[in-house]
């Protein structure tokens, strides 16, 4: 676990809201939230700067289908590849953060297409959308790009692709989940332990004080974590960079408008996440209901690559590697993977993209073996 002083694990009181009132109590954060600026909802957000060129080829209310440049060589046959960011504190610019930093850049090398999805900040008409209406876009996000995909999650985005792919197990063809709180109950971290032994009533009165959101800049205002050094931002990025090059400048500069960007999230969806995912782990007692149909791990045989982070204080190895034995896919097309660091190293330090990614990309890459390709046409193997 990382130490109480690591830039990591400070970070990570920032990537879900809540997890402040859960450590505060409800008495304290009603003061706090009463001295804090309150969200201008009439100033538009700024538009994201992206490291790697994209295109908006679908934009739905509530969230956005990037897809990114191909590397020239092409790659014709490969299915599509989509990233589902997480829908938490910040972004999906945690997958495209700047040159040398981005996840998505990793992925280009596969060749073949890529797609981002980019949940959007939740507009003052949106306080009541929950996890279907996000499952119901990633479906249609999911038919805009031929209803067929290789997923790769991340962090919140990883449960909400899994549920998605137990949902639709016909439109997965392989999966990877990244530090992702699979089974919330498998490892205690500061965070999941937080969350389940808060009452839920102090949440809903958080998002009541909210206006119905969970509002992403008192967060911010609360812990009062905006400035990161540079030396943090340093580590965070695994940079071998002097402090004062002007292409570490660049970085910083990146980093600090991602971290100053944060997104509101739907009071109704942000509480069923507390009270479905984190206090009842309805994903791995098979109690998650998605879109009208109780869901079964099991019945999801796709190829499974897990990978987790030896220091992640927001999701725990045990919580991701526990997936292995919650799917049907056989032991054998399971690959997972530790590796050092801490949660926020995982998507965009520079030496766990180098250390990990590319294999991914190879995996991804390999052919289907003859019958997951038999299962996919109909035909017997």
């Known amino acids: 676990?990382?130490?109480?002083?690591?830039?990591?694990?400070?970070?990570?009181?920032?990537?879900?809201?809540?997890?402040?009132?859960?450590?505060?109590?409800?008495?304290?954060?009603?003061?706090?939230?009463?001295?804090?600026?309150?969200?201008?909802?009439?100033?538009?957000?700024?538009?994201?700067?992206?490291?790697?060129?994209?295109?908006?080829?679908?934009?739905?209310?509530?969230?956005?289908?990037?897809?990114?440049?191909?590397?020239?060589?092409?790659?014709?046959?490969?299915?599509?590849?989509?990233?589902?960011?997480?829908?938490?504190?910040?972004?999906?610019?945690?997958?495209?953060?700047?040159?040398?930093?981005?996840?998505?850049?990793?992925?280009?090398?596969?060749?073949?297409?890529?797609?981002?999805?980019?949940?959007?900040?939740?507009?003052?008409?949106?306080?009541?959308?929950?996890?279907?209406?996000?499952?119901?876009?990633?479906?249609?996000?999911?038919?805009?790009?031929?209803?067929?995909?290789?997923?790769?999650?991340?962090?919140?985005?990883?449960?909400?692709?899994?549920?998605?792919?137990?949902?639709?197990?016909?439109?997965?063809?392989?999966?990877?989940?990244?530090?992702?709180?699979?089974?919330?109950?498998?490892?205690?971290?500061?965070?999941s332990a937080l969350a389940r032994s808060t009452p839920i009533e102090t949440f809903e009165e958080l998002a009541q004080m909210g206006g119905g959101f969970a509002r992403g800049a008192q967060a911010q205002q609360f812990w009062g974590l905006l400035a990161h050094s540079d030396e943090q931002i340093h580590a965070l990025c695994q940079s071998d960079l002097t402090l004062d090059s002007d292409e570490f400048r660049a970085r910083t500069a990146a980093f600090r408008a991602w971290s100053e960007s944060p997104l509101d999230l739907p009071g109704a969806y942000y509480l069923e996440v507390v009270e479905r995912l984190y206090k009842q782990n309805q994903l791995a007692r098979g109690e998650f209901v998605a879109l009208g149909k109780r869901i079964d791990l099991r019945v999801l045989c796709a190829p499974l690559y897990l990978i987790a982070a030896q220091d992640d204080d927001i999701a725990a190895p045990e919580q991701t590697l526990a997936c292995a034995r919650l799917v049907g896919t056989p032991p054998a097309a399971i690959r997972q993977r530790i590796v050092p660091g801490g949660h926020l190293n995982l998507f965009f330090g520079r030496r766990t993209l180098d250390a990990i990614w590319p294999d991914v990309v190879a995996w991804l890459c390999a052919p289907a073996p003859a019958a997951r390709r038999a299962k996919a046409s109909g035909v017997r193997a």
Not at 20 to 42: F, H, K, Q, S
Not at 106 to 115: Q, T, V
Not at 127 to 137: E, N
Not at 158 to 182: D, E, H, M, N, T
């Open 1 to 191: 676990m990382a130490h109480k002083d690591d830039p990591v694990s400070d970070w990570t009181k920032l990537l879900w809201p809540g997890f402040y009132a859960a450590e505060a109590g409800l008495a304290l954060a009603r003061v706090m939230i009463g001295t804090l600026t309150p969200p201008d909802a009439t100033s538009p957000r700024p538009e994201p700067a992206w490291a790697s060129p994209n295109e908006v080829v679908l934009e739905l209310s509530a969230a956005r289908l990037r897809r990114f440049d191909c590397p020239p060589k092409g790659g014709g046959g490969h299915a599509p590849i989509l990233v589902c960011a997480p829908f938490a504190l910040h972004d999906a610019r945690i997958a495209d953060l700047c040159e040398g930093h981005s996840l998505m850049a990793r992925l280009r090398a596969g060749g073949g297409p890529l797609y981002l999805v980019e949940w959007l900040s939740a507009r003052e008409t949106q306080a009541f959308r929950t996890i279907d209406d996000y499952l119901a876009d990633l479906n249609v996000m999911v038919d805009e790009i031929g209803g067929f995909c290789d997923f790769v999650g991340l962090c919140q985005g990883g449960w909400l692709g899994l549920a998605f792919a137990a949902r639709f197990p016909s439109k997965a063809r392989r999966l990877v989940i990244a530090a992702a709180p699979i089974d919330t109950h498998a490892a205690e971290t500061p965070f």
